[in-house]
T-cell receptor
């Protein structure tokens, strides 16, 4: 089925470790983004991209890196994990222009715990 | 900075009653406003998107209105069913597609 695929679904890290959350979409969407969801705070934008080779920061970018080498993939890297990064991470994509623009399709989420 | 607020944080209604969910935003210069549904442990599903030039959107039992002058959007769900139990989130978008989310309203529809 077409959609947004996130891996892994669950991950436990120790403080200081690094890891990459993977996100792939097969809908040829230009726009891809990463959000984190914390209890009582809704979703907050970490980084986003409007096309291959183009990325920009969102509301809470510190401690995270992204790159967009292909239209399909948008990995999120945690450089040195901290307990404050314990959260549920969602990747989302959409068309950027034309019919259906800005209607986001979300992945199922990746639950990260940092000890 | 845009702030999006959803009140109440939770509500419970008996089956068959109409649901009214509120969303308020501080900056009326929005590009569009979206409503999402989130089931426990799952991602978000887009329900309705209202462009800034529109006043409302409808899909089946769902109707969303937008009043930019008062900074409010309302999601109506007619004749609620237990399957409507979920968390509903609203989000406004700028022209770059960046969304600012409210914290959501958790809805329980009791049989």
């Amino acid at each position: 089925n077409a959609g947004v695929t996130q891996t892994p679904k669950f991950q436990v890290l120790k403080t200081g470790q690094s890891m990459t959350l993977q996100c792939a979409q097969d809908m040829n969407h230009e726009y891809m983004s990463w959000y984190r969801q914390d209890p009582g705070m809704g979703l907050r934008l970490i980084h986003y991209s409007v096309g291959a080779g183009i990325t920009d920061q969102g509301e809470v970018p510190n401690g995270y890196n992204v790159s967009r080498s292909t239209t399909e993939d948008f990995p999120l890297r945690l450089l040195s994990a901290a307990p404050s990064q314990t959260s549920v991470y969602f990747c989302a994509s959409s068309r950027y222009r034309g019919a259906g623009a800005n209607v986001l399709t979300f992945g199922a989420g990746s639950r990260l715990t940092v000890l | 900075k845009q702030e999006v607020t959803q009140i109440p944080a939770a509500l419970s209604v008996p089956e068959g009653e109409n649901l009214v969910l509120n969303c308020s935003f501080t900056d009326s210069a929005i590009y569009n406003l979206q409503w999402f549904r989130q089931d426990p442990g799952k991602g978000l599903t887009s329900l309705l998107l209202i462009q800034s030039s529109q006043r409302e959107q409808t899909s089946g039992r769902l109707n969303a209105s937008l009043d930019k002058s008062s900074g409010r959007s309302t999601l109506y769900i007619a004749a609620s069913q237990p399957g409507d139990s979920a968390t509903y989130l609203c989000a406004d978008s700028d022209s770059w597609g960046k969304l600012q989310f409210g914290a959501g309203t958790q809805v329980v529809v009791t049989p």
